[in-house]
């Protein structure tokens, strides 16, 4: 869940407003977010890649496609 936010951010983030005062990175704000990407991209591997995983895998897989079938109407 974590990952399609940051990916959704990295889409959209040129069109979204600056406002003055407002919280910015500046400069390391692609940085931070690609970062922050394959954090989420080396923790999912993680958590996947054991053969204990397999059952939560399943379970992720099926909540994923659940999802995007009623989201995207599939």
């Not at 390391?28 to 591997?45: D, K, Q, R, S």
């Not at 993680?46 to 989201?71: E, F």
């Amino acid at each position: 869940m974590y990952g399609a936010i940051v990916v959704l951010y990295l889409a959209v983030r040129s069109k979204l407003e600056r406002k003055a005062g407002g919280f910015s990175l500046g400069r390391f704000e692609l940085p931070v977010t690609i970062v922050a990407l394959v954090w989420v991209a080396l923790v999912f591997f993680v958590l996947v890649t054991p053969p204990a995983a397999r059952v939560p895998l399943s379970l992720y897989s099926g909540c994923l496609s659940l999802v995007a079938s009623t989201s995207f109407g599939c």
